[in-house]
């Protein structure tokens, strides 16, 4: 298939391959001095304008200009083919230069110099390509205001002056331009072009020959003096445009306008993402503020419609057509389409929009993770909690068991079943009550007891375990009795377990009740606790051999909730001592 196409072929024979490898590199060589190339375009440019415009060699050096335009100009790249619009434009070109050659077409198409050089050689790379550029662009000026606009107004008759100028002075400047030092360019650099300067020098330029035009007729003026009233009028509101832009004369008005129409690119930007936000605050599920966010997007009136695809599920909003775009931003992939043809610039803005819908909608995913995350991690709690309250129960009735065993007098022992039997039931029964709802906190809790009542039960139930008690009241002292017995039980369980390792450990159990606060303390005579588990005994759970660790923790937490504070006050071998106190008011 290839074979029968002409232009795949690369040249078979070796002096046809030298020949086109010598062109190719002539003209690499050529496009790498595009500033000579460009002062060698206004050469024939020249001694076209000089000329008579119905002379043949008028047309031969306009074609010979075209060719050298076609060169030089910085609107197509030359390493790519030719499209159909750039072959449209030169077979246009040519044909107007042919058959349609006249002052204004002329005058046309060095205004349209004045901005192409304007947009890409007035801020160049250097100082000497910056100098060069302005150097053509007055030759151009000059060109047209003194020369060929003179010959569209005032009948042919041009300034006294503009004769011996165009004749002597330009072309010594353009063959000085052709010597200007300016450089090679990079290989494959291409000089960004400023297409709104462009555009604007071009305005500026029919509007100084359009002003010199009204005051000529106006006026009745000669065309030297109108043009020079024009310039000082389009200097006075150039220079009054520039006091208004520039920031650093304190009068910057004109460059905020211009840079929210920007950033806006004919969308509500600011008032789109204040949406955004409000759904994003309204909305507490991912795929909801998809849908939503997916509808504000299609509401953009150049927006047709909006689809995504999410962990959360797939939809859309809007009915595609063929021009779309698809962006994706972590799990999200949006796929927007839009009833007209977008530029470079409109899709960026589009992009951006879409990252601010993924960033929301992340921030929901992880929203909704976390407090998935917090639900489990108190369900957790709750469950180590009654898991907690369910062994203090069953070591009460161990204790109970163990008395009974113990016990001289069944006398006795019935007495001090029907004094616990009671308490047991009533934390049986708030046991029960969270099981039943695991998660609230508060509920169900018994009734305060006096401190002297809640002393003889817990006293009755350890007495026959060696443990010693000391107590002082001043009056009744009502506590939570529930919550007490889950703190010393707790303590002294824990110390029990020390003297199964230790035998021959004391354990005291103290208790001063009185001025409306009661004091718990349970002290033994055995090792200190290590440093490193003393520091987070109470703030979070601890590595333990003889069960889940959770348990001091756990009381902290609910002497927090009672308001008293548990705490190792002594921590020294032979007195470790335990602390349960009501919180100080600050």
């Excluded at 001095?33 to 001694?47: F, M, Q, S, T, Y």
């Amino acid at each position: 298939m290839l074979d029968t196409l002409p232009d795949s072929r690369p040249p078979s024979s070796g002096p046809a391959m030298t020949a086109a490898l010598s062109r190719s590199a002539w003209i690499g060589r050529l496009l790498e001095r595009r500033e000579k190339l460009l002062a060698a375009l206004l050469l024939p440019l020249h001694g076209a304008v000089l000329s008579d415009l119905h002379s043949p060699w008028t047309r031969a050096l306009l074609l010979v200009h075209l060719g050298l335009f076609l060169l030089w100009q910085p609107l197509w790249g030359h390493e790519r083919r030719l499209g159909t619009p750039a072959l449209v434009f030169i077979g246009a070109a040519s044909v107007l230069v042919l058959f349609w050659l006249n002052w204004w077409l002329v005058a046309a198409w060095l205004a349209f110099l004045v901005s192409l050089v304007g947009a890409r050689g007035v801020s160049g790379p250097s100082r000497a390509c910056r100098l060069f550029g302005l150097a053509v662009l007055a030759y151009l000026l000059v060109t047209l205001l003194l020369w060929v606009v003179p010959k569209l107004f005032t009948a042919g008759q041009t300034p006294f002056f503009a004769g011996e100028l165009m004749r002597y002075a330009m072309p010594v400047g353009l063959l000085l331009l052709l010597a200007f030092p300016v450089g090679r360019q990079a290989e494959g650099g291409r000089e960004p072009m400023d297409f709104l300067y462009g555009l604007l020098l071009f305005l500026v330029v029919v509007l100084v020959v359009l002003g010199s035009f009204a005051f000529m007729t106006l006026s009745k003026i000669a065309y030297v003096e109108a043009l020079i009233r024009t310039l000082l009028v389009v200097g006075f509101l150039l220079s009054l445009l520039g006091l208004l832009w520039n920031p650093a004369h304190g009068l910057s008005l004109l460059q905020p306008v211009l840079f929210r129409y920007l950033l806006n690119v004919g969308t509500p930007f600011e008032q789109w993402l204040a949406r955004i936000a409000g759904a994003a605050e309204r909305e507490t599920d991912p795929a909801g503020f998809l849908h939503t966010a997916a509808e504000r997007l299609a509401a953009l009136p150049w927006v047709a419609s909006v689809a995504w695809d999410a962990p959360d599920g797939q939809g859309q909003v809007g009915e595609e057509v063929s021009s779309a775009w698809t962006f994706s931003s972590g799990a999200l992939t949006l796929r927007v389409s839009s009833r007209f043809t977008v530029g470079p610039a409109l899709v960026l803005h589009l992009k951006l929009l879409t990252e601010i819908v993924a960033h929301f909608y992340e921030a929901k995913r992880r929203e909704q993770a976390l407090a998935h995350m917090a639900r489990m991690q108190a369900i957790h709690e709750t469950g180590a909690r009654l898991t907690h309250d369910i062994k203090n129960l069953l070591q009460s009735l161990y204790a109970l068991a163990s008395a009974s065993q113990q016990a001289g007098d069944a006398e006795g022992f019935q007495r001090l079943m029907r004094r616990q039997l009671p308490d047991l039931a009533r934390r049986l029964e708030l046991t029960l009550g969270k099981l039943k709802n695991p998660l609230a906190q508060g509920e169900g809790e018994t009734p305060p007891v006096t401190a002297r009542a809640w002393w003889e039960a817990l006293e009755s139930r350890y007495e026959s375990r060696g443990v010693r008690f000391r107590a002082s009241f001043a009056g009744d002292v009502p506590i939570p009795g529930a919550f007490f017995d889950s703190v010393a039980e707790n303590l002294l369980e824990n110390a029990l377990k020390k003297r199964q390792q230790s035998p021959g450990l004391e354990i005291d159990v103290e208790l001063a009740a009185g001025e409306g606060r009661a004091v718990l303390r349970v002290t033994d005579t055995g090792e200190p606790v290590p440093a490193r588990v003393a520091g987070a005994l109470f703030d979070k759970p601890v590595a333990s051999e003889t069960g889940l660790g959770v348990g001091l923790y756990q009381v902290s937490r609910e002497a927090a909730r009672h308001g008293y504070i548990l705490r190792l006050k002594e921590n020294r071998p032979g007195r470790v001592c335990f602390e349960l106190a009501p919180r100080e008011r600050s």
